[in-house]
């Protein structure tokens, strides 16, 4: 994929409060929708991002007081679509990683854990890394030509 310019991207930052998630949603949705995703690609867009946001706050800021800010940059080209969540908590060891079974995480009465599951099923790449101390950036990939396929099949 082709290299940006920092110019073409979209940022802005959110309090670490669930309470402007919307701000989020509405954001990404609005520029998914511009690029031409259909509503269902836009519709799984917003579910991982919303995901990927809160999973922030639940887990990389969970013993933080205040919550640090989550910074968001969204930029895409004839390739992708691409939204990198960046955050000021605890890194996870994204690798290791290991999906629930299901119906087995369900019929074992087990509601958490199925976040990163949703995220990837959504988006069509991801990737987490620690980018320095405290700093970490979980991307989220749409390829267009998968979404554009995807809306002829429907």
């Known amino acids: 994929m082709e290299k940006i310019p920092d110019q073409e991207k979209i940022r802005f930052r959110i309090p670490g409060d669930a309470r402007y998630l919307f701000l989020v949603r509405t954001v990404v949705t609005a520029l998914a929708r511009a690029v031409g995703f259909p509503d269902p690609e836009v519709d799984k867009i917003e579910i991982a991002v919303d995901e990927a946001c809160t999973n922030v706050l639940d887990h990389a800021y969970r013993d933080v007081f205040p919550k640090p800010v989550i910074d968001l940059e ?14 000021r908590g605890l890194s996870f060891d994204f690798n290791a990683y290991v999906p629930p079974k299901f119906p087995d995480h369900w019929i074992k009465g087990q509601t958490r854990g199925v976040g990163l599951y949703l995220i990837q099923q959504c988006m069509d790449e991801t ?12 991307r989220l990939i749409k390829r267009m030509r998968n979404a554009a396929a995807r809306a002829d099949a429907v």
Request: charged letters at 30%; glycine letters at 0%.
């Open 127 to 138: 990737s987490y890394e620690q980018v320095e101390e405290n700093v970490n950036r979980f």
């Open 74 to 87: 969204i930029h895409s080209n004839e390739e992708a679509f691409v939204i990198d969540i960046i955050d």
